[in-house]
């Protein structure tokens, strides 16, 4: 019997006030209203620390959960019943959920309100794409015009060794005695692990101003929750503007071990560097891990070689177990990087500048008969083939951890992917290498691949 508790709490620093027409749509029930999406997410936000990576089995153990937007004369409550107990301690929601919580009805709400129904915002080209990001992160309250450069993007895997994890948190910690910010994808493991060193490298140099910015988006939040340590959530409509808000608001990269999702970000961050318009555009990336994870990176180096070629292999540097010198060359390379915003007049707070095409944009829906159509043919240019073999980890990310996506695979099979012999070659391998590292499931879980390769 899971533990539960309803109650009504009010919103936490944000959207105290909503018109009628917004409360009646978060009340709408239909396909058209937005009461399942705020239930998904905020179900997410209330599980904050349940050991599962699996969304549907969230919604099934909490499926009594429901959540209602109640406006009243002094202000906006929220009604929530059968919440998850673990959200409260002595019957109050802890404060950083209730932050959590109110984050993710203000960017529904302003998303569905402000960007998706306004004719302002050109959802179909790249121009409009990456300004409704803007406005979605300003909204949010993240661009910070005073502020120099030192944001640092932390990717990795949920599903990471205890070793990996520490070692995340190392790397965190230097650069937090650097006074570095952090932003992850928000999560458990690697996502958790750098803000968690960061914060005790802070508090150590009486720094008061750590950021720990969170960016996710519906359909993963529920597999990869908030951890605690994040103060700035943000809930982005799709996977893609998540990742162009990476990019945009980062000044450097980390990767950490992972699996399909962080090789799927580390597609797209290749994929957007190697247009020839970010050819000359500093950022430091670095991948790094302990010493029991450099067979991990030799095998993602080796396929990024192989199939995008050395100019690909000349945007990332790999240090192993060394999280100091991790830290200071990215100090080093956000140094280049300010000189160069600097010299050419562009936003600290907002990477302009950086071309981001269409085909990384544009939100792609894993289905059975899309993922089959993927062109994965080494005859074409080398940032489409990895727009689309990031769609094709899109895909696989979304059939291990999202609704529907599990329930699309039980229905018809796992998706099938088409590539000729050499590339298929090395897709199997590393695939199969995640397998047996675990990184695909949180360790102790099975797992059933939804995926088939074909020549």
């Not at 699309?408 to 199997?428: N, S, V």
Request: some cysteine; hydrophobic content about 40%.
């Amino acid at each position: 019997m899971t533990d539960t508790l309803s109650t009504i709490v009010a919103p936490e620093g944000s959207l105290e006030v909503l018109s009628q027409h917004e409360v009646e749509r978060l009340r709408d029930t239909s396909g058209r209203g937005l009461h399942e999406l705020l239930r998904r997410c905020a179900l997410a936000v209330l599980n904050c620390g349940t050991p599962t990576d699996d969304s549907r089995e969230v919604l099934e153990t909490y499926r009594n959960f429901d959540i209602e937007v109640i406006q009243e004369d002094r202000g906006l409550r929220l009604k929530l019943d059968n919440a998850p107990a673990g959200a409260f301690v002595d019957g109050r929601m802890i404060r950083g959920i209730r932050e959590h919580l109110s984050a993710v009805l203000r960017d529904i709400v302003y998303v569905a309100n402000e960007i998706q129904n306004n004719d302002g915002f050109d959802l179909n080209s790249s121009h409009g794409i990456t300004n409704a990001v803007f406005h979605i992160l300003r909204n949010a309250g993240v661009l910070r015009a005073g502020a120099s450069p030192n944001m640092v993007v932390c990717w990795g895997g949920h599903s990471i060794s205890r070793e990996e994890y520490d070692y995340s948190k190392s790397v965190g910690y230097q650069l937090g005695l650097r006074h570095k910010d952090i932003c992850t994808g928000c999560g458990p493991g690697a996502m958790k692990g750098p803000m968690k060193g960061a914060h005790v490298a802070h508090a150590k140099q009486r720094f008061k101003g750590g950021r720990y910015l969170g960016i996710s988006e519906p359909g993963i939040i529920a597999a990869e929750a908030p951890n605690p340590i994040v103060n700035e959530l943000v809930i982005m409509p799709d996977i893609e503007k998540r990742l162009e808000a990476f990019l945009r608001v980062g000044h450097g990269i980390i990767v950490f071990p992972g699996g399909v999702g962080t090789t799927e970000e580390i597609l797209y961050l290749l994929g957007v560097l190697l247009h020839p318009d970010n050819i000359d555009m500093p950022l430091p990336v670095v991948f790094t891990g302990p010493a029991s994870s450099a067979d991990y990176f030799r095998q993602v180096d080796a396929f990024i070689r192989t199939n995008l070629g050395e100019q690909a292999a000349q945007r990332y540097q790999i240090i192993i177990d060394d999280p100091e010198a991790v830290a200071k060359t990215l100090c080093h390379g956000i140094d280049k990087l300010t000189l160069f915003r600097r010299d050419n007049d562009d936003a600290f707070y907002f990477n302009w500048r950086l071309t981001i095409p269409l085909d990384f944009q544009s939100p792609f829906e894993p289905s059975h008969a899309a993922m089959a159509a993927l062109n994965l043919s080494p005859d074409q240019p080398v940032h489409t083939l990895a727009a689309n073999l990031r769609r094709a980890f899109s895909g696989i990310v979304a059939g291990n951890v999202k609704e529907q996506g599990i329930h699309a695979i039980e229905q018809h099979g796992p998706y099938k992917l088409h590539a000729p012999g050499e590339l298929m070659t090395h897709l199997d391998e590393l695939l199969k290498a995640f397998v047996v590292q675990q990184r695909m499931k949180l360790p102790g879980s099975h797992y059933e691949p939804c995926y088939a390769l074909e020549g």
